[in-house]
Structure formats: C-alpha cells, structure tokens
Antibody, heavy 121, light 107 residues
Framework: QVQLVQSGAEVKKPGASVKVSCKAS????????MHWLRQAPGQGLEWMGK????????DYAQKFQGRVSMTRDTTTSTIYMEMRSLRSEDSAVYFC??????????????WGQGTLVTVSS | DIQMTQSPFSLSASVGDRVTITCRAS??????LNWYQHKPGKAPKLLIY???TLQSGVPSRFSGSGSGTDFTLTIRSLQPEDFATYFC?????????FGQGTKVEVK
C-alpha cells in the first residue's frame, strides 16, 4: 500500500535552516509529482511547491522562491524540503503529498502524516 | 490568488445526522474543487475531486456538488469515524489554495 512517511519534529532557532524528509513506498517513486504544503496554527493549508521525482526539477510558490529547496533521492525514494533563514512565522506542520496520476492536476491522493517545525529563540 | 472560504468554521453533530459544509471560491473555478478529511496526527485523506467524483474507497455517504464559485460537501448519515476536519482545495490555478477547514465535532 502507498505510504508517505515523514521525518520527526524539529525545533530551530530563527535564522537557522531545516530539512524535512518524506519517504515513499508502495508505488513507483518516479511516476508521481510530489508536493510540499504547510499549515500554521489556526491557518489553512498553504501550498509551497512541487518536485518531479523523475528528473528532479522543482517549481516553487512565489512566496517561497529563493528560500526553499526541494530535492529527491531516487535510491531511497525520498523527497526533501529544505527551508533557510527560518523565522517564527514558519512554525507550522509541513506535509508532503502525492499528486494523483489520471486525476486533475494538484489533486493530492496520498499525504504524509506531517512534520511539526517550531521556530523559537 | 484564489481565495477559498469555508463555512461553518465548526459544527456539532450526532451520529446519523446529515451534515453539509460549504466552500466558496473568490472566482470561477468551474469544477476544479477537491475535498479532504483530516484527523489529528494523521495524513489527510482525499474524499472527492472535481467537485463531485468520489475517490476510490470512500464511502458513498459522502457526496459533493457545485460548480463555478459555490460548492457543498454532504455527509448523508454521520458515522463515528467521520468526526474530523474537512477542507476544500481549488485545483484550477496555481498557487493551489485551501479553505480554512470545518471541524465536525460530537454534539
């Protein structure tokens, strides 16, 4: 069965970087685009960007361009999201999600369980 | 960006109740509207896509309707496992945007 398992919670200081992982299993890793999203406390979900696990190319929401990098490792079927220059407003639960094939674009058919990132001095 | 507004923010219901949640888009998104269910600490789950198509494996008590800017998620007869937060998402244009969520709680 399809599983997306994310790395554990992180606590970071302002100005630091964080790297969250999402390990996929149960399907052909390179077939499906993968997305990163986040949800700050009391807020709705926010889309951050997507990566093509096949070629490694990534597209970012304008808000995160220059501060976020999305990469993948095909040998371990894992994608990564790195965010730099963290600030308190980046405290949120970060999710990876798979974009379904044969479904409209940006229809997320499987999600990770979420990774809590806390930015605090 | 397309703004997605859900209502209500939360609701209290009993097992067996019919529950209706609405989602309004700030512009015409045709039927590019998805619904998800989210339970605390779990992965969100896709329920409905393109406004009314039930995702494989989702019980038929869930249904979606609407087009343009106004959409509805209906749970025909609420079951104990349905107490969760539901949120909508537009898949019409980037950046993909979401409603704030509706928490369905036990009455």
């Amino acid at each position: 069965q399809v599983q997306l398992v994310q790395s554990g919670a992180e606590v970071k200081k302002p100005g630091a970087s964080v790297k969250v992982s999402c390990k996929a299993s149960g399907y052909t890793f390179t077939t499906y685009y993968m997305h990163w999203l986040r949800q700050a406390p009391g807020q709705g979900l926010e889309w951050m960007g997507k990566i093509n696990p096949s070629g490694g190319s990534a597209d970012y929401a304008q808000k995160f361009q220059g501060r976020v990098s999305m990469t993948r490792d095909t040998t371990t079927s894992t994608i990564y999201m790195e965010m730099r220059s963290l600030r308190s407003e980046d405290s949120a639960v970060y999710f990876c999600a798979r974009e379904g094939v044969g479904l409209p674009a940006a229809t997320f058919d499987y999600w990770g369980q979420g990774t809590l990132v806390t930015v605090s001095s | 960006d397309i703004q997605m507004t859900q209502s209500p923010f939360s609701l209290s219901a009993s097992v067996g109740d019919r529950v209706t949640i609405t989602c309004r888009a700030s512009e015409n998104i045709i039927t590019f509207l998805n619904w998800y269910q989210h339970k605390p600490g779990k992965a969100p789950k896709l329920l409905i896509y393109t406004a009314s198509t039930l995702q494989s494996g989702v019980p038929s008590r869930f249904s979606g309707s609407g087009s343009g800017t106004d959409f509805t998620l209906t749970i025909r007869s609420l079951q104990p496992e349905d107490f969760a937060t539901y949120f909508c998402q537009q898949s019409y244009n980037t950046p993909w945007t979401f409603g704030q969520g509706t928490k369905v709680e036990v009455k």
